[in-house]
């Protein structure tokens, strides 16, 4: 596969539930990046982690937890979620040197 | 504070007919100034980065332009495929990553 993967594509969860969202890139870039997309909203950045450093948004919640092993992988750890946490969730990637993003195409999440 | 403004937040327009979207912005200094295009159910797909005030890039039927306080994404005689939600965000000089984000213009090109 190329470009920026994110698994899976749907989630419905109650808010009792865990769930994991994941994102990969092959496309060989250093920095990886965690949004929040809700409707008519601006993108909300929650966290970046590159080889340099990890950078969160101080207003998400704890519920939320980030996991970045390598530099291809990233993951979302979703844990008594929220209603009002529901939205799309867009993983993204940026090459060395390039404060251009390339997005995967989104986790839609449901917490009901 | 840092802020991006994108109007109008929705633009019928009939094929054909051209137009321009607007991202209006707010930084103590700019370092770059992104383009985005976004489809239903996908993720946002670059377009354009701009720099600099007087630059512009184009591709095909979309064309970017840059002043000290607003950018433009002209649309010249757009086609249905066109219809989407247009995404911009500015990076401020001192910030690595993070990208201010506008709200999004939604384009519907109808036949």
């Known amino acids: 596969e190329t470009g920026v993967t994110q698994t899976p594509r749907h989630l419905v969860m109650g808010m009792t539930n865990k769930k994991s969202l994941k994102c990969e890139q092959h496309?060989?870039?250093?920095?990886m990046y965690w949004y929040k997309q809700s409707a008519k909203k601006p993108l909300e950045l929650m966290f970046v982690?590159?080889?340099?450093?990890?950078?969160e948004n101080n207003s998400v919640p704890s519920r939320f937890s980030p996991e970045c092993p390598n530099s291809s992988h990233l993951f979302l750890h979703l844990h008594t979620l929220q209603p009002e946490d529901s939205a799309l969730y867009l993983c993204?990637?940026?090459?060395?040197?390039?404060?251009?993003?390339?997005f995967g195409p989104g986790t839609r999440l449901l917490v009901l | 504070e840092d802020q991006v403004t994108q109007s109008p937040e929705a633009l019928r327009l009939q094929e054909g007919e051209s137009s321009s979207l607007n991202c209006s912005y707010t930084?103590?200094?700019?370092?770059?100034l992104f383009w985005y295009r976004q489809d239903p159910g996908k993720g946002p797909e670059f377009l354009f980065t701009?720099?600099?005030?007087?630059e512009e890039k184009e591709k095909e039927r979309l064309k970017a332009t840059l002043t000290k306080k607003e950018s433009f994404l002209h649309i010249t005689a757009p086609k249905p495929e066109d219809s989407a939600t247009y995404l911009c965000?500015?990076?401020?000089?001192?910030?690595?990553?993070?990208?201010?984000w506008g709200a999004g213009t939604k384009l519907i090109i109808k036949p």
């Open positions: 993204a990637s940026s090459p060395r040197g390039s404060e251009t993003q390339y």
């Open positions: 496309l060989g870039h250093n920095a």
């Open positions: 982690y590159s080889l340099e450093e990890r950078v």
């Open positions: 930084v103590s200094g700019l370092r770059g």
């Open positions: 701009l720099y600099s005030a007087g």
């Open positions: 965000a500015v990076q401020a000089v001192g910030s690595n990553y993070q990208l201010i």
